[in-house]
């Protein structure tokens, strides 16, 4: 074999990676690209000509704030209350033997396996028959995102605390730290970068959700719900503005926590 099969086989995965890499992020450059496009019509979905008026009025389009406005604020209450009742869930399971534990583990990943429209009208459901059909809206959206990302939180802490080193808290109470103490010093700075993910993926999955939101949403509508009745008439390019945006900050956040953890990783080092 020679130089350049040698060269070819040290980098075929390397290679096959960045394709892979390269077919996911089709789409999202397909958005961005979009977002600076001036359609011919309402109807077109080819790039027609460069415009900068998509960016300078993203709230042209009427109602589209509003949905945003509302997805966000459920998107962060919803991932509040997942991310603090399945972090307490995922200590209680990971931490302490009880009867029953392993039907609690089983009944944990029922809402991930179940299809969301399953879900969405078995909650509908729940919510006619508790008498709270006539106030479908704000509250119900947020109860019912709590449900269906606590499972999400509850698997991903859990993960966390199952790798982490138990000599180490037992090393801080060796050195007369009491139980609290230990939590906060030791304890939740070695879990919180899963809860951190843990939150991160309750508000994608919340901003994101529209079967289950759109069966117990009321008179209410959120961004996917927004778009998905603009597809009926056109969508407007400044949906593409508010993906472009989405990603970067997603993007932004990410290369924070890798610069963090790298810049800790140093000081370990030195």
Partial sequence: ???AGRWLGEHLLLFLGLLVLLYMFVPVFVVILMSFNDPASRNSYTFD???????????????????????LRIGFFATLGATLLGTLMAFAMARHRFRGRGAVSLFIFLPMATPEIVMGSSL?????????AGIL??????IAHVLFCLSFVVVTVKA?????????????????????QTFWRVTFPLV??????????????????????????GQEVTFPMFVWGAAQRGIPP????IGTIMFVVALVIVASGELGSRRRAGKLGT
């Fill in 192 to 217: 919180f970068p899963g809860i951190l993910a843990a939150a991160l993926l309750s508000f994608s999955l919340s901003f994101d959700d529209f079967i289950i939101t759109n069966l117990n949403a």
């Fill in 238 to 241: 400044q949906i593409n503005v």
């Fill in 49 to 71: 000509g460069f415009t900068l008026h998509n960016w300078a009025n993203i709230c042209e389009p009427y109602q589209m704030c509003s949905s945003l406005a509302l997805s």
């Fill in 1 to 3: 074999m020679g130089r």
């Fill in 160 to 180: 966390r605390l199952a790798g982490l080193d138990p000599r180490l808290e037992q090393a801080a109470m060796d050195l007369y730290a009491n139980e609290w």
């Fill in 137 to 142: 809206g704000f509250w119900t959206i947020f």
């Fill in 124 to 132: 509908l459901a729940l919510f006619v028959s508790s008498g709270a």
